[in-house]
Structures are given as C-alpha cells and as structure tokens.
C-alpha cells in the first residue's frame, strides 16, 4: 500500500515538525505525527534534532521489542478499594513542566497485537487512565513492506489517526542539513555533489538482489571511518562492506585526491599570498575544500575562511594551469557562499561578511556581472 502523500525532503519534514510543535505549545493542532522513509534516510536524526532544538526529554520506544503489557504498565490489586489497579511504565512522558517527544519508532514493524495498544496514545494521547502531559509532542516513524525491511501494512484505524510525512533522500538536502552541521568528513559532501545518485540506492539494490545499499545513514559511517581509520586497504574494506563494492571504489579515488590535495588548516594560517599555490587543482579536490572551508568556519577564523572562499573564484588569475581555467570555478565560489552565509547569519557574523574587503570584491564583481 502506498503513502498517497506529497514527498518531502528531510529538511522540509524537519520544518513541517518544529511548526507543528510552535503549533501545539500555542494550544492550537494537536497532532500525532507519521515519518515514512526508506531505512537509513534520517528519520531518527530529525526527531533527535527536533528533541534537541526544543530542549525536550526524548522517550525513545522501539515498537518491535516491546509488548502491549509493557505500554499498559504492570497491574496491581488495591485490597482497600477492591479493585486492579495500573503501575505506569517509566517510558511514557508524565512532567506537566518538562518538554518531552514520544518517539514510537518502528510503528510498522510493530506486531499487529500492540497496534490497538499504539491508538489510544495517538489519537486520545493515553494509555489506560495515564494522560500524556500537553507539552508531549508524539512523533512515530517507520519503513514499508517495499523498502525491504520487516514491515506489516498499515491498516485504516491506524492510519486515520496520523499526520503523515513520505520522506524522500536528495543530496543537496542531506548535505546542507546534515552533513555540514555535523561536520562529516568533506569528501563525503564533495563526491556526493557529483555523484547525487548514489546517496540513497535501496530501491536499485533490492531490484539487482544485493544485500548492501548506500544511505544517509551509511554516508555518515563512511564519514567516521575515514577520520578514524590511516590505514588504506583496511578502510577501503570497511566502506566497501558500508556502501557496496562499486560505489565504494568511485569514493576512495576521489578521497585519495581529497586526501592529497586539501589542507584546510594550513591555508587558513597561512598568509594571503602564500595561500595560493595551496589550492587543489582538481573539481574534486576544490569541492571538497569549499565544504571543509565551511566546517572551519569559526568566530576566530571567518575572516580567513572568507577570504579562501573568494580564492575559489579568482584561482585562475593566480595559478598558470590551463586545467584551472576549465573548472566552473565561479559556480563552486558562488555554491560555497550560499552555504558559508547560511552558517553566518546562524551564528552572527554578518559583521566579519560587512569588514572583508574579499567579499565586497566578491558581491562588486557579482552585481557587475548581473548575477
């Protein structure tokens, strides 16, 4: 059965969640909500992101290891009142003053049994007589029987009761949200801009009968074994066995020219003229370091980084390598800005963008252009 919604990215799904939260704290929609995606897309990182951007407890239940008994509590008799009464299980919110997200991930892997236990908590936001606290934000995710994962359908009375989001994986999403905030490894972001394809190939892998698929969530562990893995066959062994033979030998060429060529650190302490033949020669190698550049960016070294990022755009007028002069090096100038002023206005520094002679060069040379 398919999810008869609009696709949205994960930084779109991610906006659609933070408002409906505004929405609900201003007493207005109360909502359950309902991330579907493909496994490894990023559900679980945008409710951890929407926890932390909140400032709220995450009540993190994982449907496929627990039984309805363990939802409902454990009942005991009260001899005075004569009756059976319910012991709350410590996994559901209950601090009327503390922001919380009831995270019920897995929903549809869930046993059909626990099903009619989720509803009440979706829909009348109780379990039995525990009432969820009005500030609980209650978000469920999971994976259809198409992706290849565990999955049962999702029948109507469980449907009905959701707010349904049908995630979909793009590049330039995943790597302006996610990659850069935290920080991956560059040549993650780099050989992704050339190769948007291969973020997500769960669909062409179960269709070729493989068992190993590229995904954000693969991506991000390619990332943390190359910053913690020198030795080369053992990390191309260790990606391979993440992202899939093929895909793994097209990244460790662009890594190794990554590798070879990109020295984010030294340029930046580097002075301005000195900067110059420090630049990669290759696409690779200067989409790499636009990224990195932006990863660098800090209060103590926007003014440099500026300064590197400008450099992008005028290589060639410095550099006699006819290579150079083929590159759309005013393109990968202008991509990196975009990005390093979204970081900019984030954090402040519109004052260091206003003080830098290279960026009034750079918008003068711009606004000449017409562009």
Not at 49 to 59: H, S
Request: with cysteine.
């Amino acid at each position: 059965m398919s999810v008869n919604t609009m696709p949205v990215t994960t930084g779109e799904a991610a906006a659609v969640l933070w408002h409906g939260w505004q929405t609900q704290v201003a007493g207005g929609l109360t909502a359950s909500w309902m991330l579907h995606g493909r496994p490894g897309i990023g559900k679980t990182e945008i409710v951890q992101a929407l926890a932390t951007r909140i400032g709220a407890r995450l009540f993190d239940l994982r449907l496929t290891t627990i039984e309805p008994q363990d939802l409902r509590g454990l009942p005991y008799y009260d001899h005075a009142a004569q009756r059976t009464v319910w012991y709350r299980p410590e996994d559901l919110p209950d601090d009327p003053a503390q922001p919380s997200v009831l995270f019920l991930d897995e929903l549809t892997a869930a046993p059909p049994a626990l099903q009619p236990t989720v509803y009440g908590l979706l829909q009348e936001r109780r379990i039995g007589r525990h009432l969820l606290p009005d500030n609980c934000f209650v978000v469920a995710a999971g994976n259809g029987p198409e992706d290849g994962a565990i999955a049962y359908e999702m029948g109507t009375a469980l449907s009905d009761r959701l707010i349904h989001l049908s995630l979909r994986a793009t590049a330039q999403d995943w790597v302006e949200n996610y990659a850069l905030p935290q920080r991956l490894h560059p040549a993650i972001p780099a050989f992704l801009r050339a190769r948007p394809d291969l973020l997500e190939t769960t669909a062409d892998t179960l269709q070729r009968g493989q068992l190993i698929a590229c995904t954000p969530r693969s991506w991000a562990r390619v990332s943390a074994i190359v910053h913690s893995v020198p030795d080369r066959r053992l990390r191309d062994v260790m990606i391979a066995g993440t992202v899939g033979e093929a895909p793994a030998a097209e990244f460790a060429l662009v890594l190794a020219d990554i590798a070879a060529s990109v020295r984010v650190d030294e340029m930046i302490a580097a002075r301005p003229d000195d900067r110059w033949p420090l630049y990669p020669a290759s696409l690779h190698g200067l989409t790499a370091l636009t990224y990195a550049l932006i990863g660098a960016a800090e209060d103590t070294t926007i003014t440099p980084v500026i300064a590197l990022m400008a450099g992008v755009g005028q290589l060639h007028h410095h550099r006699d390598d006819p290579t150079l002069r083929a590159l759309p090096l005013a393109e990968l100038c202008t991509h990196g800005f975009e990005l390093l002023l979204q970081k900019a206005l984030a954090r402040g520094w519109e004052g260091a963008f206003a003080a830098s002679p290279d960026w009034q060069d750079y918008a003068k040379a711009r606004a000449t252009a017409g562009r």
